[in-house]
């Protein structure tokens, strides 16, 4: 039984393959995957393989999934994702990869988010190809807002989601769902909404007040004029198109996530708001 996980130099491929390893995968059945590999050095020393992908070299990838049982497809962060995507896809087709385990976004069939175009192309890509599959449909991670706590802090939350839910959830759970899906733990050719419990960006605010001790205020703007505020702070032009493409989404509900699934894959609660963010206070 080989296991390979793609983006395992990125921060949720590498949990999942600490979540594998804590499962009680053998490190030899373990394939790392990533551009910058040594960033899984570490990973190395402890027996898992380590080995050089670049989703844009089909052979690349080839190489890497020859003798692959199960595949982590981590989605990628480029803006030719989606063409990056179809050569994994065609890649693990090629060699006869049993599973492909792909990290999708919530609500990927009926998302209106700019960033849904290409996971529901990748979707469909996968199911085209006939590899027996599990889509995971993560919403946002918690991290996206606790490693803004400083800025909360000092300037308010700034945002344009309106009173939208967002069944935000940490890293490491969504890898704990990842492993778990890897390990039996889910049904091929289903799809897995996944998220924690949700809150507004008010409810976030109230958090933020209620563990700092200081009173910070949500502050709801038009999309365009959110994509301004994010532009002055630095943040380039189409980064911040999608970003406040993100919040319009949240806004109409494309990250709020119905059931229990999260729940159901890794066996336990997911971790809070309130829990990720004392953690990180
Ligand atoms: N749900 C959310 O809130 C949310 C937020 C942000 C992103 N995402 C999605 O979830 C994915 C995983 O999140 P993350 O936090 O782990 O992201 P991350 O830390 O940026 O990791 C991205 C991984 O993708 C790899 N990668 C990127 N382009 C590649 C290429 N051309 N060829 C091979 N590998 C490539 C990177 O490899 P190197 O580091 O070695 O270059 C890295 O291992 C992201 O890529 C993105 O699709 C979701």
Same mark, same amino acid.
């Given at each position: 039984m080989s296991i390979?996980?793609?983006?395992?130099? +990125?921060?949720?491929?590498?949990?999942i393959v600490e979540s594998l390893l804590r499962r009680g995968v053998p490190p030899d059945q373990i =394939?790392?995957?990533?551009? *910058?590999?040594?960033?899984?050095?570490?990973?190395?020393?402890r027996g898992v393989?380590?080995?050089? @992908?670049?989703?844009?070299? =089909?052979?690349?990838?080839?190489?890497?999934?020859?003798?692959?049982?199960e595949?982590?497809?981590?989605?990628? *962060?480029?803006?030719?994702?989606?063409?990056?995507?179809?050569?994994?896809?065609?890649?693990?087709?090629?060699?006869?990869?049993? #599973? @492909?385990?792909?990290?999708?976004? !919530?609500?990927?069939?009926?998302?209106?988010?700019?960033?849904?175009?290409?996971?529901? !192309?990748?979707?469909?890509?996968?199911?085209?190809?006939?590899?027996?599959?599990?889509? #995971?449909?993560?919403?946002?991670?918690?991290? *996206?807002?606790?490693?803004?706590?400083?800025? &909360?802090?000092?300037?308010?939350? =700034?945002?344009? !989601?309106?009173? +939208?839910?967002?069944?935000?959830?940490?890293?490491?759970?969504?890898a704990d769902?990842a492993a778990a899906a890897l390990t039996g733990g889910?049904?091929?050719?289903?799809?897995?909404?996944?998220?924690?419990?949700?809150?507004?960006?008010?409810?976030?605010? $109230?958090?933020?007040?209620?563990?700092?001790?200081?009173?910070?205020?949500?502050?709801?703007?038009?999309?365009?004029? &959110?994509?301004?505020?994010?532009?002055?702070?630095?943040?380039?032009?189409?980064?911040?198109?999608?970003?406040?493409?993100?919040?319009?989404?949240?806004?109409?509900? $494309? #990250?709020?996530?119905?059931? *229990?699934?999260?729940?159901?894959?890794?066996g336990?609660?997911?971790?809070? #708001?309130?829990?990720?963010?004392?953690?990180?206070?």
């Amino acid at each position: 039984m080989s296991i390979a996980v793609t983006g395992a130099t +990125g921060h949720l491929g590498r949990l999942i393959v600490e979540s594998l390893l804590r499962r009680g995968v053998p490190p030899d059945q373990i =394939v790392a995957l990533g551009r *910058n590999v040594a960033k899984a050095d570490d990973l190395r020393d402890r027996g898992v393989a380590v080995v050089q @992908i670049q989703y844009d070299d =089909v052979d690349s990838l080839r190489l890497a999934f020859a003798g692959v049982d199960e595949l982590m497809f981590v989605s990628g *962060n480029e803006a030719r994702k989606r063409e990056q995507h179809r050569n994994v896809v065609t890649a693990a087709k090629d060699t006869g990869v049993g #599973l @492909i385990v792909y990290t999708s976004i !919530a609500n990927a069939d009926r998302s209106t988010l700019m960033l849904a175009a290409d996971h529901r !192309a990748t979707e469909q890509e996968i199911v085209a190809s006939g590899v027996p599959f599990v889509f #995971l449909r993560n919403s946002w991670y918690l991290e *996206n807002y606790t490693s803004q706590l400083p800025t &909360y802090q000092e300037r308010g939350i =700034v945002g344009a !989601a309106g009173d +939208g839910e967002i069944s935000a959830a940490t890293r490491a759970d969504f890898a704990d769902a990842a492993a778990a899906a890897l390990t039996g733990g889910a049904q091929a050719g289903q799809a897995y909404e996944l998220g924690g419990a949700a809150f507004t960006m008010a409810g976030l605010a $109230d958090e933020v007040s209620r563990q700092s001790g200081k009173q910070i205020t949500y502050t709801d703007l038009p999309v365009d004029k &959110y994509v301004g505020v994010l532009v002055d702070g630095g943040t380039p032009q189409a980064g911040a198109e999608i970003v406040a493409d993100g919040d319009r989404g949240v806004a109409s509900g $494309d #990250l709020h996530v119905e059931g *229990n699934d999260l729940e159901r894959l890794i066996g336990r609660q997911p971790t809070t #708001l309130a829990e990720a963010s004392r953690d990180a206070m």
